[in-house]
Structure formats: structure tokens, C-alpha cells
């Protein structure tokens, strides 16, 4: 007979085993509690923690506690909920207390009774059950109609009836339990885990009051946050040590029908950040209602733009450009809730990606139309997004060649560095030419400022990627000297002046240059230019000699002024300087570096969104908006601005 001939004989209906009652759960714990690791381990509260939780959820319950007791093997949760029923079920022949323990997929809570739930997390009826399938011990305490009753369980199976404690005159449920150590790689249970799980619900659940103790440590935990959400997304924002585009949030709830409630905020981080919730669950992997909240806000910052007739010039914004940045938490309410698998990672009801953008998106879109300042400001940081994006598109479809500037390399030897590495006091100037910049590192306090020359125009670089930018030397060896790298790698621990001054002649070069450097700045280092830390130096363009007096003028309006200032018969010599390599370095120190005297302009962007304009129309490759914006101010070009 051969081998095949074999199996087939052996292979009959004794072969097929039935596993009964809780058998399948000790047999195959993976397919209940995903894998019997750290994170199984605590999915077992977290079943225990979400049937208290519904008491409360459907009104019947307003405290939960949660023990870690001190072995850190055990766990006691109890509610001051209804109690679970002890009656005898009249067709299984149990109590109620005794099915819900011992039978997969009994419970209240699948629409057929008058169990009283709505809203559920525990909707399968399975998750009590595989807590004391997979428990060596568990305990159940239950207070109602005026007495305590408590039953005792070893790996799911009763160790006895339900036992008449005495008389008792509150109600609720309470679980004890210690996993099985024969299934679980550990069973110890992590506090701080606990901890968090027990604070994020408490945001959640804003009306609930939760109490942790943890026998360990003799911590005893109140935790109440009324605030709710939005106190919740402040949270988020602060620990998380993202700046907010704006001190404004957005946040929204609707009370009629099943309960949606919303929290967002942007932040300048380049991630989006969600916490979404269903019936209390935390939902990992997100689901329709996330689907729901995402194409709200596509939607509604789409309409503002169209609304408001906000110009984005040669640029296509996305919805990964939209969302970046933003971090929210949501939370909804389903009567009859579709997770994803019983670990319930993930919201499936098709329902609700209708449901929470019907309501986020108008809720939204009137924010930000009440809110003007704020939307312009997130408007304008995701203008900025798409740019970054369409840049690093750019560069990966570029051949792939070594940058300059993309690690650390030894300081530019043209760099005139300072002593100090004390940032809040040192000053990089970055000067137009040699000459200047011999002139600036003379009269320069070599302390505290630095001066790097530059040669020339430096390279265009509206709408280059940042490798191909630190392509140019020049480029490359500013990034060096500022040492905070640039693009993607730009690091701000890397720092190394606390002011970039623009030291460039008072001519229409010297400010042709000072907005080819703004724009690199802008587009490259952005977060030099948000902190402070970008400054454009006030050089005089003349010297008004009285005498043995000196008048210095930073412009003609300037000039004249001081002129028309003296007296009628005085002897005037006004010299225009060519360039700041003119000036000695005393003079240039009196003017211009000295901290006592100067006069510096501080860089700041009120309108991110006008601001990315102004560079496109002013330095993009298309030639028809500067055509357009020359011939609106022609008249205004003066004979000597135009070198006729």
C-alpha cells in the first residue's frame, strides 16, 4: 500500500476533534488576543476595563477602579455599575454570570434584549470569557439587589457554585484575575501602561471618574478630566513636542443622535498624528470614521482657499499636504459597532466615514472662516508642505550624486568665526564681496561675530531641491557655517548663531542679493526665519559730511531729510558709497556692526501664503508675473533705478 494510501486510510472522521466550551480559546489564544506576548497580557484588562467602561457609556455606572495588585500578576477591576445577572438562565440551566464566564459570544449586548446597552465596546460577548479561558485564576464579585455574591474560576472553569457573600448595599461588578503563566510568554503587567490607558480614557470618557491603584508602588490615582478632548489634544500637542501652527484649535461635538466629537490642531511637525476612538475603544489602524475625518478636512481647507480666492501660484496641494502637521483625536458612538477582528484595531462601518464628515467638514469650514488669522496661517503652512514635497520630488528624480554640505564638514576657510560658542550672544554676517567683508572682519568684535563673505549673486533657488541649492558653493559653505544643515536635514540642536544678519550693499544688487538669500532661507531653513533668528543689517548708502560733523543716510528719502535738516548757508558733501567695501572698518563698526549704534530689521512672515507668492512671482521661472508686476510700478522706477 503506498504512503498516500496510508494517510487517506488514517485520515477518518475520528481524526476530527471538536474542541467544546473554552477549549478553542486555551488551544488558539492568538486568534482572541493577538499573540500571548506584553501586549496580549494587557489586552486582557483592556476587555475586563472596556465591559465597565459600557456601564458607563450607557448610563448605568459613573466610577471604575482599577488594582495592580503588588505580585504585578493580578489585576482587579470593579464599576458601581448594574452588576452582572445572577439569575438561572431558563434554557442554558446557568446564571447569567456563569454563561458570560464560560460561553463564547453570550452576553447582553447584541441588540436582542432589553439589556439596556446602546453603545458597546464588548459587543461579541467573547472578551470576558477568553479573559477567564486564559486566566489561572479569576475571581467575580457581584453587589446587587442588596447582596454580594462571588464565584471563583481556574483556567475557565468553575471551581465551585455562585457563593451568598451577605448582605450588601451597593451594586456594581468586580473582576480579579491572574493570567495563565503556561500560555503567556509573561505575566507581568506593565504600570505605566496601565496608567496611560487609564488617562486616555479618562479624556475620553470626560464624565467618568477613574481610580488606579497601583499596590507596587502605593500610588492611589484619581483621574477626571472634564475637559475632554479638546484638553486631550493640548496634551497630545505638549507631549509630543510639536509646535502649533496656531494657539487656536479647532473642536466640535454633536450631542443629537449618536455622539461625535472632534479635536484638532497644526503643528509644525512633518507627521498627522490620529487618535481615534469607537464606543471608548482606542481603533490603532484607524477606520471609516478616521476616512471620515480626513476627507473633512480636505474638504473644508480646499473651500476656504476657493472661497477666499487664495492665490497658490505653479503649485498643486495635495490632501497628504493638507493633513501634514495635524493632529486630532476623534471620538464616535455606533449603535451596532464593526471592529476589525476581536483585538478591535480597526472601524469597519461604512456608515460613519459619511457620518463624521458630513459634520467635521461645515464644523470646520466655519472655524476657519471665524478664525481668519489663524486659517491664513494654516494655509500658509501647508503651502509650505507642498513645496517641501514638490522639492523632494525633484530631488529623488534627480540622479543620485553626494551633496555637498549633506554631513559635517570642516568650516568654510573664507568664515572669519568668533570666539565664543555661546549662542544667545554670537552674530554671523554674511557680507557682498571680499572688500566688505575685509572692511567687516576689521571692525567686527571678534568675540561674538563672524563674518562670512560671499562672491557675487548666489544661485537661484526658487523651486530647486535642497541638494541641488548646496550644489553652489556658496550655498554650501553658508549651511556649513551656520551648521544646522538644510532640507530634510535640517537640524536646529546644530546652531551656532543666535543672529544671521544680511550685511549687503544699499543698492538694488545688495537687495537683489539679501532676496536671493530670504528666499534659500524660506524655502531650505524655514525654522531660522520662524525662531528669530534671521535679521537684514542697515548699512548707510550715503555719508552726509557738515562740517566736522557726519550724517549717515541709509536711502535718498533718508538723505534729503537730513539735509533739508540743516541750516540754509551750511557747506554739504554727501558721498554715495558703491559699496560697503568702501567704508573703513571704523566707520563701518559705527554704522553697522556696533550693537549700540545699528539699526537692525528683524525677519518675520505675518502671511505664510503671500509670502511663498512674492518669492514665486519675484524669482519662479515664470517670466510673465515679474513682466506683470514691472509694468504695474513703472511709473514709480526712477531714472537713476533704472541706470538711465
Same mark, same amino acid.
Given at each position: 500500500?503506498?504512503?498516500?494510501?496510508?494517510?487517506?486510510?488514517?485520515?477518518? =472522521?475520528?481524526?476530527?476533534?471538536?474542541?467544546?466550551?473554552?477549549?478553542?480559546?486555551?488551544?488558539?489564544?492568538?486568534?482572541?488576543?493577538?499573540?500571548?506576548?506584553?501586549?496580549?497580557?494587557?489586552?486582557?484588562?483592556?476587555?475586563?476595563?472596556?465591559?465597565?467602561?459600557?456601564?458607563?457609556?450607557?448610563?448605568?455606572?459613573?466610577?471604575? +477602579?482599577?488594582?495592580?495588585?503588588?505580585?504585578?500578576?493580578?489585576?482587579?477591576?470593579?464599576?458601581?455599575?448594574?452588576?452582572?445577572?445572577?439569575?438561572?438562565?431558563?434554557?442554558?440551566?446557568?446564571?447569567?454570570?456563569?454563561?458570560?464566564?464560560?460561553?463564547?459570544?453570550?452576553?447582553?449586548?447584541?441588540?436582542? =434584549?432589553?439589556?439596556?446597552?446602546?453603545? +458597546?465596546?464588548?459587543?461579541?460577548?467573547?472578551?470576558?470569557?477568553?479573559?477567564?479561558?486564559?486566566?489561572? $485564576?479569576?475571581?467575580?464579585?457581584?453587589?446587587?439587589?442588596?447582596?454580594?455574591?462571588?464565584?471563583?474560576?481556574?483556567?475557565?472553569?468553575?471551581?465551585?457554585?455562585?457563593?451568598?457573600?451577605?448582605?450588601?448595599?451597593?451594586?456594581?461588578?468586580?473582576?480579579?484575575?491572574?493570567?495563565?503563566?503556561?500560555?503567556?510568554?509573561?505575566?507581568?503587567?506593565?504600570?505605566?501602561?496601565?496608567?496611560?490607558?487609564?488617562?486616555?480614557?479618562?479624556?475620553?470618557?470626560?464624565?467618568?471618574?477613574?481610580?488606579?491603584?497601583?499596590?507596587?508602588?502605593?500610588?492611589?490615582?484619581?483621574?477626571?478630566?472634564?475637559?475632554?478632548?479638546?484638553?486631550?489634544?493640548?496634551?497630545?500637542?505638549?507631549?509630543?513636542?510639536?509646535?502649533?501652527?496656531?494657539?487656536?484649535?479647532?473642536?466640535?461635538?454633536?450631542?443629537?443622535?449618536? $455622539?461625535?466629537?472632534?479635536?484638532?490642531?497644526?503643528?509644525?511637525?512633518?507627521?498627522?498624528?490620529?487618535?481615534?476612538?469607537?464606543?471608548?475603544?482606542?481603533?490603532?489602524?484607524?477606520?471609516?470614521?478616521?476616512?471620515?475625518?480626513?476627507?473633512?478636512?480636505?474638504?473644508?481647507?480646499?473651500?476656504?482657499?476657493?472661497?477666499?480666492?487664495?492665490?497658490?501660484?505653479?503649485?498643486?496641494?495635495?490632501?497628504?499636504?493638507?493633513?501634514?502637521?495635524?493632529?486630532?483625536?476623534?471620538?464616535?458612538?455606533?449603535?451596532?459597532?464593526?471592529?476589525?477582528?476581536?483585538?478591535?484595531?480597526?472601524?469597519?462601518?461604512?456608515?460613519?466615514?459619511?457620518?463624521?464628515?458630513?459634520?467635521?467638514?461645515?464644523?470646520?469650514?466655519?472655524?476657519?472662516?471665524?478664525?481668519?488669522?489663524?486659517?491664513?496661517?494654516?494655509?500658509?503652512?501647508?503651502?509650505?508642505?507642498?513645496?517641501?514635497?514638490?522639492?523632494?520630488?525633484?530631488?529623488?528624480?534627480?540622479?543620485?550624486?553626494?551633496?555637498?554640505? =549633506?554631513?559635517?564638514?570642516?568650516?568654510?576657510?573664507?568664515?572669519?568665526?568668533?570666539?565664543?560658542?555661546?549662542?544667545?550672544?554670537?552674530?554671523?554676517?554674511?557680507?557682498?564681496?571680499?572688500?566688505?567683508?575685509?572692511?567687516?572682519?576689521?571692525?567686527?568684535?571678534?568675540? +561674538?561675530?563672524?563674518?562670512?563673505?560671499?562672491?557675487?549673486?548666489?544661485?537661484?533657488?526658487?523651486?530647486?531641491?535642497?541638494?541641488?541649492?548646496?550644489?553652489?558653493?556658496?550655498?554650501?559653505?553658508?549651511? +556649513?557655517?551656520?551648521?544646522?544643515?538644510?532640507?530634510?536635514?535640517?537640524?536646529?540642536?546644530?546652531?551656532?548663531?543666535?543672529?544671521?544678519?544680511?550685511?549687503?550693499?544699499?543698492?538694488?544688487?545688495?537687495?537683489?542679493?539679501?532676496?536671493?538669500?530670504?528666499?534659500?532661507?524660506?524655502?531650505?531653513?524655514?525654522?531660522?526665519?520662524?525662531?528669530?533668528?534671521?535679521?537684514?543689517?542697515?548699512?548707510?548708502?550715503?555719508?552726509?559730511?557738515?562740517?566736522?560733523?557726519?550724517?549717515?543716510?541709509?536711502?535718498?528719502?533718508?538723505?534729503?531729510?537730513?539735509?533739508?535738516?540743516?541750516?540754509?548757508?551750511?557747506?554739504?558733501?554727501?558721498?554715495?558709497? $558703491?559699496?560697503?567695501?568702501?567704508?573703513?572698518?571704523?566707520?563701518?563698526?559705527?554704522?553697522?556692526?556696533?550693537?549700540?549704534?545699528?539699526?537692525?530689521?528683524?525677519?518675520?512672515?505675518?502671511?505664510?501664503?503671500?509670502?511663498?507668492?512674492?518669492?514665486?512671482?519675484?524669482?519662479?521661472?515664470?517670466?510673465?508675473?515679474?513682466?506683470?508686476?514691472?509694468?504695474?510700478?513703472?511709473?514709480?522706477?526712477?531714472?537713476?533705478?533704472?541706470?538711465?
Amino acid at each position: 500500500m503506498s504512503a498516500l494510501s496510508v494517510a487517506q486510510a488514517k485520515y477518518s =472522521s475520528e481524526a476530527i476533534q471538536v474542541l467544546e466550551g473554552l477549549e478553542p480559546v486555551r488551544k488558539r489564544p492568538a486568534m482572541y488576543i493577538g499573540d500571548a506576548d506584553k501586549k496580549g497580557l494587557h489586552h486582557l484588562a483592556w476587555e475586563i476595563l472596556d465591559n465597565a467602561v459600557d456601564e458607563y457609556i450607557n448610563g448605568h455606572a459613573d466610577h471604575v +477602579t482599577l488594582t495592580l495588585h503588588k505580585s504585578g500578576h493580578a489585576v482587579t477591576i470593579t464599576d458601581n455599575g448594574r452588576g452582572m445577572p445572577i439569575d438561572v438562565h431558563p434554557k442554558h440551566k446557568k446564571t447569567g454570570l456563569e454563561l458570560i464566564l464560560t460561553v463564547l459570544h453570550a452576553g447582553g449586548k447584541f441588540g436582542e =434584549s432589553d439589556s439596556g446597552y446602546m453603545h +458597546t465596546g464588548g459587543l461579541h460577548g467573547v472578551g470576558a470569557s477568553v479573559v477567564n479561558a486564559l486566566s489561572k $485564576k479569576l475571581v467575580a464579585t457581584v453587589k446587587r439587589d442588596g447582596f454580594e455574591y462571588r464565584q471563583e474560576y481556574a483556567k475557565g472553569t468553575p471551581q465551585g457554585k455562585i457563593e451568598k457573600v451577605g448582605p450588601f448595599r451597593g451594586h456594581g461588578t468586580g473582576i480579579y484575575f491572574e493570567p495563565d503563566d503556561t500560555i503567556f510568554k509573561t505575566v507581568r503587567f506593565d504600570p505605566d501602561v496601565i496608567k496611560t490607558r487609564l488617562e486616555d480614557m479618562s479624556f475620553i470618557h470626560s464624565g467618568l471618574k477613574i481610580t488606579y491603584k497601583n499596590e507596587i508602588t502605593g500610588e492611589n490615582l484619581e483621574l477626571h478630566n472634564p475637559g475632554g478632548l479638546p484638553a486631550f489634544l493640548t496634551k497630545l500637542v505638549t507631549d509630543g513636542q510639536k509646535p502649533p501652527v496656531t494657539e487656536a484649535a479647532f473642536s466640535a461635538v454633536r450631542e443629537t443622535g449618536d $455622539k461625535i466629537e472632534v479635536a484638532l490642531q497644526w503643528t509644525e511637525s512633518t507627521e498627522e498624528t490620529y487618535r481615534s476612538y469607537a464606543n471608548g475603544i482606542r481603533t490603532p489602524s484607524g477606520g471609516t470614521h478616521e476616512n471620515g475625518l480626513k476627507s473633512a478636512l480636505r474638504k473644508a481647507v480646499n473651500n476656504y482657499i476657493e472661497t477666499h480666492d487664495i492665490k497658490v501660484k505653479n503649485l498643486k496641494i495635495t490632501a497628504e499636504d493638507i493633513r501634514e502637521g495635524v493632529v486630532a483625536v476623534l471620538s464616535v458612538f455606533v449603535r451596532d459597532p464593526q471592529f476589525e477582528g476581536q483585538t478591535k484595531q480597526k472601524l469597519n462601518n461604512p456608515e460613519m466615514e459619511s457620518a463624521v464628515d458630513n459634520f467635521a467638514r461645515p464644523a470646520l469650514e466655519a472655524w476657519l472662516n471665524n478664525n481668519k488669522t489663524a486659517a491664513d496661517a494654516i494655509v500658509g503652512r501647508i503651502v509650505i508642505a507642498a513645496r517641501m514635497r514638490e522639492a523632494s520630488r525633484a530631488a529623488k528624480e534627480e540622479v543620485k550624486r553626494k551633496a555637498p554640505g =549633506s554631513k559635517r564638514l570642516s568650516l568654510p576657510g573664507k568664515l572669519a568665526d568668533c570666539k565664543s560658542t555661546d549662542v544667545s550672544k554670537t552674530e554671523l554676517f554674511i557680507v557682498e564681496g571680499d572688500s566688505a567683508g575685509g572692511s567687516a572682519k576689521q571692525g567686527r568684535n571678534n568675540d +561674538t561675530q563672524a563674518v562670512l563673505p560671499l562672491r557675487g549673486k548666489i544661485l537661484n533657488c526658487e523651486g530647486l531641491p535642497t541638494a541641488k541649492a548646496l550644489g553652489n558653493q556658496e550655498i554650501a559653505d553658508l549651511v +556649513t557655517a551656520i551648521g544646522t544643515g538644510a532640507g530634510e536635514k535640517f537640524n536646529y540642536d546644530g546652531l551656532r548663531y543666535g543672529k544671521i544678519i544680511l550685511m549687503m550693499d544699499a543698492d538694488a544688487d545688495g537687495c537683489h542679493i539679501a532676496t536671493l538669500m530670504l528666499d534659500f532661507l524660506f524655502r531650505h531653513m524655514p525654522e531660522l526665519i520662524k525662531k528669530g533668528h534671521v535679521y537684514i543689517a542697515q548699512p548707510p548708502l550715503y555719508r552726509v559730511n557738515v562740517g566736522k560733523d557726519t550724517h549717515w543716510a541709509r536711502d535718498d528719502q533718508h538723505k534729503e531729510e537730513i539735509i533739508s535738516g540743516l541750516r540754509a548757508n551750511a557747506k554739504v558733501e554727501v558721498t554715495r558709497f $558703491k559699496g560697503l567695501g568702501e567704508m573703513d572698518a571704523k566707520d563701518l563698526a559705527a554704522t553697522t556692526l556696533d550693537r549700540r549704534t545699528r539699526t537692525l530689521l528683524k525677519v518675520e512672515i505675518d502671511n505664510l501664503t503671500e509670502a511663498d507668492s512674492a518669492f514665486v512671482e519675484l524669482l519662479g521661472k515664470d517670466a510673465d508675473y515679474r513682466y506683470k508686476f514691472i509694468m504695474e510700478r513703472a511709473e514709480q522706477a526712477s531714472a537713476e533705478e533704472l541706470d538711465v
